[in-house]
Nanobody, 118 residues
Framework: VQLQASGGGLVQAGGSLRLSCATS????????LGWFRQAPGKQRELVAI??????????DSVKGQKGRFAISRDNDKNTVYLQMNDLTPEDTAVYYC??????????WGPGTQVTVSS
């Protein structure tokens, strides 16, 4: 299964980005999908997940941060989104999408780089 994350880039602090993750319809419909991120020198961490029914849950890394991050899904496009607002340099990382929980069935892929300048 291919999980193609895209939408990253270089933004100034306070800016916004929307990441996209497109996958196959079968995989999309049958799995809880998540966004993860890995900053330089740090372990990969969970950002947010969304179930096949559309329930969203946020990881400790972004929970309670005044709703800066929002995960959503478009069932017609087999795509999961991560809207990120009011970005800070601490959000700089490579962002990945994959199934949740991650059990190693599908490769991580290259992810999409998000760089936030101060």
């Amino acid at each position: 299964v291919q999980l193609q994350a895209s939408g990253g880039g270089l933004v100034q602090a306070g800016g916004s980005l929307r990441l996209s993750c497109a996958t196959s319809r079968r995989f999309f419909n049958s799995n809880t999908l998540g966004w993860f991120r890995q900053a330089p020198g740090k372990q990969r961490e969970l950002v947010a997940i969304i179930t096949s029914g559309g329930k969203a849950t946020y990881g400790d890394s972004v929970k309670g941060q005044k709703g800066r991050f929002a995960i959503s899904r478009d069932n017609d496009k087999n795509t999961v989104y991560l809207q990120m607002n009011d970005l800070t340099p601490e959000d700089t990382a490579v962002y990945y999408c994959n199934e949740f929980p991650y059990v190693g069935r599908h490769p991580w892929g290259p992810g999409t780089q998000v760089t936030v300048s101060s």
